[in-house]
């Protein structure tokens, strides 16, 4: 079974750093894209970074570029998204996201929940 479990959510002050993990199990982690989506309420899902294989390349929306950091240790089958400088905006449901290169799939985790208020 393909299983994605997020983690490291929480509150903070506007300022503040979290890191978020996203733990992958059923399927080969290596072969896959792994992006880290947000919604906030009343607004649509959008991409906040991706990381491809092999931490060859990275994406960011403009809107955290320079303030968040994704990461994978494929050893450990677990992808990071280090979030420093939050501001309110960055409220959201973080949402894990697996795209398997070799085996065409996507998964998704259930979420966890950042707010950033103070």
């Known amino acids: 079974q393909v299983q994605l479990v997020e983690s490291g959510g929480g509150l903070v002050q506007p300022g503040g750093s979290l890191r978020l993990s996203c733990a992958a199990s059923?399927?080969?982690?290596?072969?896959?894209?792994m992006s880290w989506y947000r919604q906030a309420p009343g607004k649509e899902r959008e991409l906040v970074a991706t990381i491809g294989t092999f931490s060859i390349s990275t994406k960011y929306a403009d809107s955290v570029k320079g303030r968040f950091t994704i990461s994978r240790d494929d050893a450990k089958n677990t992808v990071f998204l280090q979030m420093n400088s939050l501001k309110p905006e960055d409220t959201a449901v973080y949402y894990c996201?697996?795209?398997?290169?070799?085996?065409?799939?996507?998964?998704w985790g259930q979420g966890t929940q950042v707010t950033v208020s103070s």
């Open positions: 996201n697996a795209q398997g290169k070799v085996r065409s799939f996507t998964a």
């Open positions: 059923g399927f080969t982690f290596a072969l896959s894209d």
